[in-house]
């Protein structure tokens, strides 16, 4: 008897990493809020890496977690790094390209696992305000894909985004 449950759970666990294997090869995940401000007003803080602590839901994850802000002061060239003990994980952001109505950033995780993003804020002037897309996307690493069998990643890093655009709500229309 021992044998034959043995048998099927190595059987439930190949299925599940052969479903994995089997999962998208990029990752995407999109929000976006209007904002009633300019689109210079919103992309300021999202250009000054210094301001992200006013409204990145990220920065609540670990309050003390080491940062590190270089580079340019803001916009192309202005560089984050972070080492959390936690939730926060560690990696490194570095602004790309920041035109008057968009913001791209170079996303690169080192911990919990290694994964290279693109991120971009997008400001389209709309009536009554800017429309703001915070998105993300890059490729699903095979590890990414076994979470996404487990846990809805659109979902969990959607609601990320969407509690950051909140915030940067708030923060621009003061």
Same mark, same amino acid.
């Given at each position: 008897?021992l044998?034959?449950i043995?048998?099927?759970l190595?059987?439930?666990?190949?299925?599940v990493?052969? @479903?994995?294997?089997t999962?998208?090869?990029t990752?995407?995940i999109?929000?976006?809020?209007?904002?009633?401000?300019?689109?210079e007003?919103i !992309?300021?803080h999202?250009?000054d890496?210094?301001?992200w602590?006013?409204?990145s839901? @990220?920065e609540k994850?670990?309050?003390?977690?080491?940062?590190? =802000?270089?580079?340019?002061?803001s916009g192309?060239g202005a560089? @984050?790094?972070?080492q959390?003990q936690? /939730?926060a994980g560690?990696?490194?952001m570095e602004i790309t390209?920041?035109?008057?109505?968009r913001?791209?950033?170079?996303?690169d995780?080192?911990k919990?696992f290694?994964?290279?993003n693109?991120?971009?804020?997008?400001a389209?002037a709309?009536?009554?305000g800017?429309?703001?897309?915070w998105?993300?996307?890059?490729?699903?690493?095979?590890m990414? /894909? !076994?979470?996404?069998?487990?846990?809805?990643?659109?979902?969990m =890093?959607?609601?990320?985004f969407?509690?950051?655009?909140a915030?940067?709500?708030?923060?621009?229309?003061?």
């Amino acid at each position: 008897m021992l044998v034959i449950i043995l048998s099927l759970l190595a059987l439930l666990v190949i299925a599940v990493l052969a @479903y994995a294997a089997t999962r998208p090869d990029t990752l995407r995940i999109e929000r976006s809020l209007v904002i009633h401000a300019p689109a210079e007003t919103i !992309l300021a803080h999202v250009n000054d890496f210094h301001r992200w602590r006013d409204w990145s839901p @990220y920065e609540k994850l670990e309050p003390d977690m080491r940062r590190e =802000i270089g580079g340019a002061p803001s916009g192309v060239g202005a560089t @984050y790094a972070w080492q959390g003990q936690g /939730k926060a994980g560690a990696g490194r952001m570095e602004i790309t390209d920041a035109r008057p109505d968009r913001t791209t950033i170079q996303l690169d995780f080192s911990k919990p696992f290694v994964s290279h993003n693109i991120a971009e804020f997008a400001a389209n002037a709309q009536a009554g305000g800017t429309r703001v897309t915070w998105s993300m996307q890059g490729p699903a690493a095979y590890m990414t /894909k !076994l979470m996404g069998v487990f846990f809805n990643m659109d979902r969990m =890093i959607g609601r990320d985004f969407e509690t950051g655009l909140a915030a940067l709500k708030v923060q621009s229309e003061k």
